[in-house]
């Protein structure tokens, strides 16, 4: 098991308290695996991955702990965590188009990046060569500005920076929504190609939107308003969701799957809650077509099957 | 590179241009005659006047039509001949210019260069010292807020005044003659002190308070976040925000010259420093417009040749300037 | 294409996880972050504390400017709170009326330069194209001449007889910066979604801007008011202390320029040219500490230093 996420909470502090941008998430990602981690905006996914790697200013962790390769992350501790990015959980950044410093070339920033991890530049010289080949990049990448690259070059570059130190996480987030379609499918692939030779052990791809996780995902969680609604194979979610919300997102989507095809694009009527006093009891229960009286208890995120959880009182069924 | 240094130097010779016209058109559009301002600033006998106002129009060449005084305008500046002065009688427009630049430039070129050295050290400190955002930086406000002139009056109260610690006027001592003598520079640059001293301080407060903001924005720009995110240390990511800080800066360069100028010349008139300020303030008194238009074109172009050089340095830091192509 | 469900789901809905890292300024949190600004309090204070010097000040002296017949260059007493000049006038009258020059001159001149600064930046950035292009060859020309100088030639060919012309000319020559600023802004906003709706449901030029653009750059041009603000009355000082000031309305360049002329300096006269400094510093310093703290409130990016 590469990583477990155990009872992880993380609040954002603002002026009128906490807001519980993820609020007790319980959940593994298996060695090899890619998981998609999908939901509306404001569920709680960026503020997953963000804590996985680097919180932002005003983020605290409440609860839960992150556990990589047996080894507990200090992720509240910014200093303590350096040790372990890049090295062992690293990130494919949002924001990859302007993610390289403008004003070095290419080569000599990354050249200063390892040395500053004590990494020696010349010995891994040759394998970022060997990977950048295998993104279609040339050599002379190296010796160029980030402003001569195209978008979809720097995105690359990034993708094989961010993963030269082979580590055992990655985080992509929303790493496709700056990139025109045919370049999303090729970045896509390129993280199973990544993950097939090994340059990461398992990647958690943050992104709202379904159908690239319908490509390339083994598994995808679901998330709602700060909590995890469902998670499970790729292709179980899809075809199969269990959870009334799952169904819905997956139903307003127009393009994943033969079977939605021909349904009418349709929103889910209502807003996720306020997170900063969340409603008690299921969280989706004031937009559930399904919702009745037991929903007012908060409905555990229970293993269904193997490998198949849901948050859902109705899911059992 | 060339394309970038291309179309900088054509805006520049449009603005010399435009320059040029605007010192040519602004006595002749404006109320009044010149040269009747001219000649009761001379004398005041009236009939005496009447041949004088003819004698000014003919010789200034304001009686040909407007295209050839145009025309006669750029001639003279082809040739370097500005006119003669009003007020130093004798002496033409540029023999003056020439005798006091050195001086302005004595003054400009230090000033400027120290305090934008000096400012962007100090900003980028106080952008990662709490402690030092906190005392450098009020004292950086207070100075770039003082007006040239208040400063140099101060100081000039204190330290040459009442303390008697540096001379409080001139170039240099009257009993001496400028020569390449060590008595003569010691005298020199006692004199030159604290008018540089004025313009290093102003000049200072506002580049400090640059670099520190501009080192924050830079600090939360996507390029630091990837860098920490890499586990990049403190010290690395630091050094990339300077880096890209000090571009702005250096944009900031070029538009802060004309305001550096125009300190150094109040700064001057405060000291009595033998300068383009004092020369102006001589002008203005006595109404020699000869003069002030020449002085006029050379802090344009003064400013101009500034801005150039400011460029050129710019390629050399910004390499996006270099690779030719432009940014999408 | 790929419709995205975040739309279809949330409509107009808040974008909760986008609203977090960095949040719209909500009036609630501004007002929050303003009165905990330390560098906005102080600068305010300091700046009202000048207003009402200068509104009020004047009320309690019956001297005048620029009446003469007091003491000779006497140092500050009960009778002249500030002293008097070397040829005789009271120093406090001249230094409250200064500031309210100082007030005036600033403020028209920012209008006028804000005003020019925001026609051609908003066109320039939002029309783009050939207009773009024009203007900024406008905008660079007049940004590179030294305004120093311009004024300079202009005033000494032109007396300028009051407050209100000399901020004409300063308003007329220091507005590119903001021009230029503005655009940048403008062309960023134009590129946004709301914009082109608008642009796209077939709305004038005038209009795009006025409710799109401007309402949404509100806070920035209320900054670059200020700084305009507080560059207009160190450049009115520069002017006023070389004579090219209005002559007969004192302000605090005039008390300078009458200091150095009449050796002030030589005779030890401090309360003659200290308090206009003072006073200059303090309007200019304040605005710009005020422009930093405004920055920070408006931008929840700066804040945590």
Known sequence: MSLAVDNLRVYYRTLRGDVRALDGATFTVQDGEIMGVAGESGCGKTTLGKSLIR???????????????????????????????FRHVSIVPQYAMSALNPIRRIG?????????????????????????????????????????????????????????????????????????????????????????????????????????????????????AGKLVEKGPAAEITEDPRHPYTRLLIASLPEVGVRFEERRLTGIAGRPPSLLRPPTGCRFRARCPLATEECAEEPPFVELAPGRHAACWKAAA | MTRYLARKSLLYLLTFFVAVTIDWAIPRLMPGDPIDGLISRLQADSTASQELHGYFTESFGLDQPLWRQYANFWRGLAHGDLGPSIAYVGSSVSELIWAALPYTLALLVPAIILSYVAGNRVGAMAARRKVLDNTVLPFAYILTATPYVW????????????????????????????????????????????????????????????????IIYELESEYSNYLQALGAPTTLVRKYAYGNAVLPQMSGLALALGAVVGGALVTEIVFGYPGIGTLIITALQNRDYFLLQGLFLLIIVGVLVANFVVDILYVVVDPRTRTGIQGS | MVATPEIALTGEGAALEDAYPEPPVRRFEALHFAVRNAKLVVGLVVVLAFLVAA???????????????????????????????????????????????????????????????MAIGFLGGYLGGVVDEVLSVITNI????????????????????????????????????????????????????????????????????????????????????????????????????????????MSLGLMLNNAVSNAALQLGMWWWFIPPGVGITAIVGGLYIMNVGLDEVFNPKLRRT
């Open chain 1, 55 to 85: 919180l932002d200013g005003r983020m605290r962790v409440a609860e839960g702990t992150v556990t990589l390769d047996g080894v507990e992350l200090p992720i509240a501790d910014d200093r303590a965590m350096d040790t372990y990015r």
């Open chain 1, 108 to 224: 000599r920033m990354i050249s200063e990046l390892l040395s500053s991890r004590g990494v020696s530049y010349d010995e891994t010289l040759p394998e970022l060569r060997r990977r950048l080949a295998l993104v279609g990049l040339e050599d002379d990448v190296l010796d160029r500005y980030p402003i001569e690259l195209s978008g979809g070059m720097k995105q690359r570059v990034v993708m094989v920076l961010s993963t030269l130190m082979n580590p055992s996480l990655l985080v992509a987030d929303e790493l496709t929504s700056a990139l025109d379609v045919s370049t999303q499918k090729a970045v896509a692939e390129m993280l199973v190609e990544f993950r097939d030779r090994g340059f990461v052990k398992s990647t958690i791809v943050i992104t709202h939107d379904l159908s690239i996780l319908y490509q390339i995902a083994d598994t995808i969680l679901v998330m709602y």
């Open chain 2, 151 to 214: 400063l140099a009056l101060v100081l000039a109260y204190f330290l040459a005044f009442k303390w008697g610690i540096f001379p409080v006027s001139g170039a240099y001592d009257f009993s001496l003659q400028p020569a390449w003598t060590w008595e003569f520079a010691w005298s020199f640059l006692q004199h030159w002190f604290l008018p540089f001293l004025t313009l290093f301080l102003v000049s200072f407060g506002g580049w400090a308070i640059g670099m520190r903001n501009l």
């Open chain 3, 55 to 117: 509104i009020a000040g004047p009320w309690l002296t019956d001297a005048t400017p620029f009446e003469f017949g007091y003491p000779l260059g006497e140092p500050p007493s009960s009778a002249h709170w500030l002293g008097t000049t070397a040829p005789g006038q009271d120093v406090y009258s001249q230094f409250v009326y200064g500031l309210r020059s100082s007030f005036v001159v600033g403020a028209l001149a920012a209008t006028v330069a804000a005003l020019l600064g």
């Open chain 3, 142 to 249: 007049v940004l590179v001449i030294p305004t120093l100088a311009v004024l300079i030639i202009v005033s000494a060919y032109l007396s300028v007889g009051s407050v209100a012309s000399e901020a004409l000319l300063i308003g007329l020559t220091s507005w590119p910066w903001a021009a230029r600023a503005i655009r940048a802004q403008t062309f960023s906003l134009a590129s946004r979604d709301f914009v082109s709706l608008a642009r796209l449901s077939g709305q004038g030029t005038v209009k795009v801007i006025a409710k799109e653009i401007a309402p949404n750059m509100s806070s920035y041009l209320f900054l670059t008011f200020i700084l305009l603000f507080g560059g207009a009355v160190l450049i009115a000082a520069t002017l006023d202390f070389l004579g090219l000031g209005p002559s007969q309305v």
